[in-house]
């Protein structure tokens, strides 16, 4: 056990729908990233926040937004949903903003769009 | 643009086999890297690391990594796998500080199957 949750573990749910994925970090971690991971692709790194402050963007999509509240969980929305972005969704926590520090992942979140 | 990769998507070996997964990366300056390892029904976690020093480096269960500068490679090893290997390997890189080059870099992974 990492020590960060990620609910829901599935999601179900249908094209031009919107879903909130969220994520709580192992206690005392203030950085928070979220990734995406299709079939047979490495994670793509989607956003990260820290301390409640948007840190680093990657290839999020406009439809996606994050952000992390002061008790330091954060949701991902991905709204407008296509089949496309059906994927595993990590999140993933660190003490510090700096990705040379290790990562503590979740368990992921498996999206299906239909 | 950045990258990370990972040739071999699939290695099937059998118990007290030698392991060597390839990664390759194609930053310019300084760069560290990462190996990250997901066993069935588990999460991610980190195998090992370099950041700099030798580039021989050590990391749980067994593991090491071989950082070669010339030939772009941070190839994971191990002499004498195990059943309990069986996972998948994730290799990352990240470059030194500067705009949107500061985050992980991920490869697709290597799925790593051992036979008993």
């Known amino acids: 056990d990492s020590g960060v949750t990620q609910t829901p573990k599935h999601l179900i749910t249908a094209t031009g729908q919107r879903v909130t994925l969220r994520c709580s970090p192992r206690s005392g971690d203030l950085s928070v990233y979220w990734y995406q991971q299709s079939l047979d692709q490495g994670l793509q790194f989607l956003i990260q926040y820290y301390n409640g402050e948007e840190r680093a963007k990657g290839n999020i999509l406009e439809r996606f937004s994050a952000q992390q509240f002061p008790d330091l969980h954060s949701e991902l929305n991905l709204s407008s949903l296509e089949l496309g972005d059906s994927a595993l969704y990590f999140c993933?926590?660190?003490?510090?903003?700096?990705?040379?520090?290790?990562?503590?992942f979740g368990p992921g979140t498996r999206l299906t769009v239909l | 643009a950045q990258s990370v990769s990972q040739h071999n998507h699939h290695v099937i070996l059998s118990e007290a086999a030698s392991l060597e997964l390839g990664c390759n990366y194609s930053y310019g300056g300084t760069v560290n890297l990462f190996w990250y390892v997901q066993y069935p029904g588990q999460h991610l976690q980190l195998l090992l690391k370099?950041?700099?020093?030798d580039p021989l480096v050590k990391g749980i269960k067994g593991f090491e990594a071989e950082f070669i500068k010339s030939k772009f490679s941070f190839n994971l090893r191990k002499p004498s796998v195990q059943w309990s290997d069986t996972a998948e390997y994730f290799c990352a890189a990240v470059g030194a500080r500067s705009g949107s080059n500061y985050q992980l870099i991920w490869g697709a992974g290597t799925k790593l199957i051992i036979k008993p």
């Open positions: 370099y950041f700099s020093g």
């Open positions: 993933a926590s660190s003490v510090r903003d700096s990705p040379y520090n290790e990562q503590f």
